[in-house]
C-alpha cells in the first residue's frame, strides 16, 4: 500500500472518529434534556437512582403530604410561585431585564463538600433556561474532584453549567469594594474567605446580573421572572444575602457594596454578610425619604429560601415521613431550602430519611449516582435529631467510580 493510500485510510479514520465523539456528545444531551427539561416515565426513572422515590410513593401508610412532596420532586421546572405570593413591592414593568444566570461561589481551594453539588445540580433541574456559573478558587481541582458527577449529569458537558476562575480584583474593580480590596482592609478578619465571599457576591451580581445562590441552598421549585428584582427574609426581622436577584449594574446593588464597606468589621459574625442587605434596606428603603431604586425591590417571605430557620434548623432532621406537612408546604411554597452549611457539614452524619436527607435524594439525584451516601455524611443506622460529628476521612470524599 503507496503512502498516499496509508495517508487517505488516516483521514478517514480521523474523520469516523469525530462522527463517532459527535453522536456521543449528542447522546449526552439528549439524555441531559430528558432528564433535566422533560418528565415522561424515562426521566423519572433516570432521577430516581436508588428506586428510594418510587418505593416511597408506594407505601400505603405515607402521608399525603409527603407523597405530594415525592411527585413534584419528579416534575422539576413546572411549580412557577406566583408573584404576589412572592413580592411585597410590585416591580415595575420598566425594570431592566434579568439576565437568566445563576452564580455560585467556591472559594476553597480543595473540594471536600461533595453535597455542595447539590445546590448546582437542583437549579440546573428547576431551570433550564439558566445557565448555572461555579466562580471557583481552583476551577482544575473543582473539576477533577466533581469529575464522576459531571460524568452522570451530563451539565457541564451539555453547557448548561460552566466552572470558572474566581478572580476577586477582576469583579471589585470599578466598585465601591475596589478601594477595600487594594487597601487590604479585608485582611483584618478572624473570616478572610467569607468576607471577600460575602462582598463578590455583591459584585458579580451587579456586574453581570442574575441570581446569586449560596452553595447550601436546595433549589425546590424554579426561579420566576414575575420575582423581579429581590431579596428574601431569613425570620420575621432580617434579610438574608444568601439569595439576592438583580440585574446588571443595579443601584440598590450599590448602595449595599458602599454599606459594606462603610460598616465593615472583619471580627463580629454577620455584619459584613447578611446584616449588610438588612441595613441597607432598612436606611434607604424605609426612611422617611426613601430611594427612588428601592421602588420595585421585592421581599420574598420566609418560607420562599428559609423555611427551616437558624434556629429551628435541627427540625431538618426529624424523620421525614412525620413531617409530611412541612414536606407539602416545602414543595408548594418554597423556591429554595436553605440548610445553614456551617452547622451541617459533610463531615457530620445523619439518617437517611431525615427530612434534609429525603429533599437531597429527590432533587440531587445524579449526585446519589456518584457518591455513596456515606460520602454525603449519611448513615442509614444513624439517629435522628441533630447529626453528630465523625472524624474527616479524605478517603470517604472520593467519588464511586464511574458507570460504564
Known sequence: MDKLSISHLARRAIRFRRVVMVLLLAAATTTLFLAVNETPAEADVYFDTDGFLQSAVKQATLGEGCRHFIEASLKPGKNNIDAPAVSQNPAKKTDTAIPTLVHFLYYNQQFTYPRYLCAV??????????????????????????????????????????????????????????????????????????NLGNAFRLAVVYQQGGVYLDMDIISMNPLSDSMGRSLGMQDKDAMNNAFLRFPAADPFLWAAMEEFVSGFNGNVWGKNGPEVITRTYKKRCRSKQPSEFCTGVNIAPVQRFYPFGYKQKQNMFEPWEDQCEVMQSMADESIGIHWWNRRVKSIETMSNRTVLAVVMKAHCPALFSAYTEQQLGMNPSASFGAPALLVEDPELMKPKPSKK
Open 121 to 194: 445540580e437542583s437549579a440546573a433541574r428547576q431551570n433550564p433556561n439558566h445557565h448555572i456559573i461555579v466562580w471557583a478558587a481552583n476551577p482544575a481541582e473543582f473539576n477533577l474532584a466533581t469529575n464522576t458527577w459531571q460524568l452522570n449529569s451530563q451539565l457541564v458537558a451539555a453547557g448548561r453549567v460552566s466552572v470558572r476562575q474566581l478572580d476577586w480584583p477582576l469583579m471589585m474593580t470599578g466598585t465601591p469594594l475596589e478601594s477595600w480590596l487594594t487597601s487590604g482592609a479585608y485582611k483584618e478578619s478572624k473570616w478572610v474567605d467569607q
